[in-house]
């Protein structure tokens, strides 16, 4: 089970944190983050079960929390082609 935030938004340019949280979340298991775009199909970006790993599709990065029971997807400058529904599993 996963829980995340309805909507967010932001201003162009602005870094934003997409916050997952999975407190069922086991140490070798893996937390995914997918990304869909108006009109496209789902586009895998980052997969990791700890620490954190960059994300050069979206400029930005993936972190896992210590304790593994949250996470969080760094957009650094997102710009408007950013603007996605983005899943978290
Ligand atoms: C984004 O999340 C990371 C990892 O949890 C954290 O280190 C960072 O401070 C957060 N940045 C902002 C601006 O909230």
Redesign the pocket.
Known sequence: QVQQDPFLEITEGT?I?I?CSHPQKLSGYYIHYYRLLPDRGPELLVSAASGSKDVPAIAGKL?V?EDGRSS?L?LAGPRRGDAAVYYCA
């Open positions: 870094g944190n916050t972190s929390s969080a760094w």
